[in-house]
T-cell receptor
């Protein structure tokens, strides 16, 4: 059974700092990996999707990488801002149209 | 274009009751998925529907069921509610295949007393 882990569970950084969030998964047989952001009590907002054949995707200040063979993905956020404060979740799509989410990293950017 | 919409926003039920949650996907999206998110946890996959057929099912008991209508909207039904069913229920829609990017609705907060 696929298990997705995110480390750290919580992170607090000063504004302007670059940071990296980690996601690991136990079964490398995935179709894609997606990063989401969730504000308290709200739904999820898609940030980046990486297909299994890709190594990375970029959108603005965000860069996500995927190393399928080692079961790892990272989300890099450049020049963090207070508005980036949220919970960040990664999810993998596996066989049988199954989707597995991690438990998230709660990010606080201090002004 | 409107995003994914869900109704109701909040719901309070008592143990043993039944509940129906509704979801309307983004226009043009034919696939809808349902997730349960317990406080402090990541979403857990419940069902995926495409073209009115079930295409994926997570590890949930038979008390959970869903269906998709010809207009691609969907309902999630939960029977014999338990306290542990209290959660945020999220619906996501996507274009089936190529991009696989999921777009989520705001969720329905279900509280079981």
């Amino acid at each position: 059974k696929q298990e997705v882990t995110q480390i750290p569970a919580a992170l607090s950084v000063p504004e302007g700092e670059n940071l990296v969030l980690n996601c690991s998964f136990t079964d490398s047989a995935i179709y894609n990996l997606q990063w989401f952001r969730q504000d308290p009590g709200k739904g999820l907002t898609s940030l980046l999707l990486i297909q299994s054949s890709q190594r990375e995707q970029t959108s603005g200040r965000l860069n996500a990488s995927l190393d399928k063979s080692s079961g790892r993905s990272t989300l890099y956020i450049a020049a963090s801002q207070p508005g980036d404060s949220a919970t960040y979740l990664c999810a993998v799509k596996a066989a049988g149209n199954q989707f597995y989410f991690g438990t998230g990293t709660s990010l606080t950017v201090i002004p | 274009d409107a995003g994914v919409t869900q109704s109701p926003t909040h719901l309070i039920k008592t143990r043993g009751q039944q509940v129906t949650l509704r979801c309307s996907p983004i226009s043009g999206h034919k696939s809808v998925s349902w997730y349960q998110q317990v406080l402090g946890q990541g979403p857990q996959f419940i069902f995926q529907y495409y073209e009115k057929e079930e295409r994926g099912r997570g590890n949930f008991p038979d008390r959970f069921s869903a269906r998709q209508f010809p207009n691609y909207s969907s309902e999630l039904n939960v029977n014999a509610l338990l306290l542990g069913d209290s959660a945020l229920y999220l619906c996501a829609s996507r274009e089936y295949g190529a991009t696989d990017t999921q777009y989520f609705g705001p969720g329905t907060r279900l509280t079981v007393l």
